[in-house]
């Protein structure tokens, strides 16, 4: 059976590096995304700084599809190549009001220390200059998360400033822009 004006949405893009794989969100990652929510010192500096529930964590998954259907880009889901195990989510967060297009990047505790983030994070980062054409790219990242400052500096971004976000303050990390 066939609609008039009826059309199928494809959203995503997988990317793929050495040791990763990022691909769209799927309702299989929730157990996993909902684990790394619940956890305190993981969710220290996201956000609000809070734990999220695990219904809160599928209404994230599903605000992300969308994201990526009225954006055209979104958050991927960050897995091994080799296991397929889900370590994290890294891409891009552009919902109306936002400060700006920001690479965001969170992995598991358990996957810590492994360079997941940077990996994952660079992949991305790629993408958005040569696929969607973004000249400016922030982190906003809260004071005090140094892990996330290491890998905004790895990835070239500079400290330009400090906005309010979800009523608290974060720093700005953005890339050296050529005028």
Do not use: C
């Amino acid at each position: 059976m066939s609609w008039p004006g009826a059309r199928l949405f494809p959203i995503g893009v997988t990317l793929e590096t050495e040791r990763l794989r990022l691909r769209i969100l799927e309702e299989r990652d929730l157990d996993p995304l909902a684990t790394m929510y619940a956890d305190p010192e993981t969710m220290r500096y996201l956000g609000e700084g809070k734990v999220v529930s695990r219904a809160d964590t599928w209404r994230a998954i599903s605000g992300g599809l969308g994201h990526w259907l009225l954006r055209g880009y979104g958050m991927w889901a960050v897995e091994t190549r080799e296991a397929g195990e889900f370590v994290g989510r890294v891409g891009f967060i552009d919902p109306e009001g936002w400060p700006g297009f920001e690479l965001g990047y969170m992995i598991g505790r358990p996957y810590w220390g492994r360079g997941y983030a940077i990996e994952s994070a660079r992949a991305a980062y790629a993408y958005a200059k040569d696929v969607l054409h973004r000249d400016r790219v922030i982190s906003l990242i809260r004071p005090g998360n140094a892990p996330s400052v290491r890998v905004a500096e790895k990835l070239g971004f500079v400290r330009d400033g400090m906005v309010e976000l979800l009523g608290q303050p974060a720093m700005v990390y953005a890339n050296k822009t050529t005028s």
